[in-house]
């Protein structure tokens, strides 16, 4: 353990220089017990390669691990340990070392989300967030976000507010909250069942390059990732773009086209593939089939005659459209013409109406214009 | 001729049984050729039988004809007329009879686009349509709406304002405006170079039941339907419904989720395949390779020396972007780990700068993290 903490506080070793290194040695043992003239064969920075020569960082990181232990809930994950996040460990360059405070254990079991926007936000952006980031945190998942100003303090909040659980990750030390002003949203995620996750040595002050890195463990922490808001060549893209390398569902919520704020959004919708987000219902339906189960309302439901019953009837059908779904099978698909005859109402009418039932989920439209009941 | 337009005013005779008449018989001539017991098989009503069998229109028409020519700059298609526009035609049940009035023959011989959305829209919606036809009005594209309040109005507005074509159909009889405090808009249209079109008799009144067939034949006339702002169940997302039975592309404006009047567009976006329209572009892009070529700037410009030549660099690139897309060929896919290793950034680094690149149109992203530069 102390190898990997050693590694991870190499000058000279950042995330990809530590994935060639443990590719060709398998772990950090195998990386200190290396001959010299293999480690300069990976192209190592010779500042890097003299450090894990000489092993200089070995007794600076058994006072790091003491000083870790020290705070309070805080820990020390390694990557060969059974404890590091299984999601993350997946992603191309996992951080070797994962510092943890709090309920981390808990909230990493959950279904995980990001939640990232701009840091200069609209009033909108904060609303949406603090609004998805609550209802999606009431029903279970936990809310990741990096705790910069706008939308990620926002997100922390709605989680929080709704007695939900989330984990700030730092672009920092895991005693070192930036910026400043977020110190008192810090404690109360740790005083609420939250948790700061980070993989950089203790006291690492906020530096700009190191927060790409903090992006990537948002994302690698997380099913999927929701942009709220991000304007043109924003860090929030990037995270968008990190998390699509990473295999991971993006989400994003649209604006308007004449908010700068929603540019980067409605752009990852257009041309990235971006699942659009309207409700959180949108997130869940996209998660892993059991985790979404357990959100969403079942779509059938299993009765004792073994026969799937019809959705309940919406109050607040109009009569036209209570006679046309009347007309409706869940099992034999209507085509549109033979619905005009049986309705007697024409091609333009039924399909007004059946556009209002399928937006309240009680019908569905299949290829070729025929139209099933859901159940 | 006479045959079409009294086959039109038949009462009981709508676009479906026109539909079928003709399906059976060929064309108006063939319908009053018929027996009457050939009728009686197509179950239509029977006051649509009696007055086929009885020709009883056929005075009517000829006056018809004679009341629309006497209006200026008006006239009377009929299905099988060369001059019946080619893109209707093709739809499942096209009017059997257009009227026409203005510079008809012009515009519907430019690329045409429905523009349509909420009568009670929002100022953003205005302003988007307002703006997008405009766009979209001068570079050759005619702008066909339903002369509605809202979005219609402001559509129309907007393509007149660039000096552009905009054609108007209405759910009405040609010579019966509505809504009547848009005569002045409707004249102006007639003023300057723009259509009326309606598949209606003269001094047909406004009729709830007739406007979703006048939707039909706005996106009927079309290469693709926008729509701007649609609240749930509104008409505009019915028009949408049909462009896309008409194999008509769909385009949609996102807005804020909170808003009311983007709910539909959003909609339409998430669930039903509409293509998510931030300017005018994203319009023209999906036209006919033709039609875009002739809107948008050549990807590849043809030098004499038969090579294509690489685009200009934007003139607001940073050093490291600049450096980056020099390292990049137009012919070649660079991988990102290349990249890395040849720039000395790292991935996450280049992420965000390849990102930057993207979005400035200047590099594409292919499938593996590849990346080549454009031309």
């Known amino acids: ?5 050693a590694l991870n506080m190499t000058p000279g070793v950042g995330p990809r220089a530590a994935a060639r290194l443990l590719e060709r040695f398998g772990s950090a043992e195998g990386v200190y ?3 010299r003239s293999e480690l300069e064969r990976l192209r190592l920075r010779p500042e890097a390669v003299e450090s894990i020569a000489l092993r200089d960082r070995h007794e600076e990181a058994a006072r790091e691990l003491e000083r870790v232990r020290a705070l309070e809930g805080a820990d020390l994950l390694v990557l060969d340990d059974g404890a590091y ?3 993350l460990r997946e992603i191309a360059d996992p951080p070797i070392t994962l510092y943890v405070r ?8 959950a279904p995980c989300l990001g939640v990232v926007g701009s840091r200069r936000c609209s009033t909108y952006g904060q609303n949406v967030a603090s609004m998805l980031s609550r209802d999606l945190a009431s029903r279970g998942v936990t809310v990741v976000s990096g705790l910069a100003r706008g939308i990620d ?3 922390h909040r709605g989680a929080l507010e709704a007695g939900g659980r989330t984990v700030a990750v730092l672009g920092t030390g895991l005693d070192e909250i930036y910026p400043r002003d977020h110190r008192k949203l810090a404690e109360e995620i740790l005083e609420r069942g939250g948790a700061l996750v980070t993989q950089f040595p203790l006291g690492t002050p906020p530096v700009a390059e190191n927060f790409p890195y903090r992006n990537r463990i948002i994302s690698g922490l997380s099913l999927g990732v929701l942009v709220v808001e991000a304007a043109e060549n924003s860090g929030s893209l990037i995270t968008a773009r990190l998390a699509m390398e990473q295999n991971r569902e993006v989400f994003a919520v649209p604006g308007n086209i004449t908010s700068r704020n929603s540019f980067g959004t409605n752009y990852l919708i257009k041309g990235a593939g971006a699942k659009l987000v309207q409700q959180w219902q949108d997130v869940a339906s996209e998660f892993p ?3 979404a189960a357990r959100m969403l309302p079942p779509e059938t439901k299993a009765v004792s005659a073994g026969t799937p019953q019809k959705a309940p009837e919406p109050s607040d059908l109009s009569d036209d ?3 046309l779904l009347a007309l409706l099978s869940p099992d034999e698909p209507e085509h549109i013409d033979g619905l005009a005859e049986k309705s007697g109402l024409d091609v333009s009418m039924l399909s007004a109406l059946l556009l209002g039932l399928e ?3 009680v019908v569905r439209q299949l290829p070729g214009r025929c139209f099933v009941r859901k159940l």
């Open 1 to 5: 353990m102390k190898e990997w903490i």
């Open 33 to 35: 017990g290396a001959l």
């Open 85 to 87: 996040p299984q999601l």
């Open 102 to 109: 709090g309920a981390w254990a808990e909230c990493l079991e």
């Open 153 to 155: 303090a926002a997100a």
């Open 289 to 291: 089939a059991e985790v």
């Open 321 to 323: 459209e209570r006679s």
């Open 359 to 361: 937006m309240r989920d």
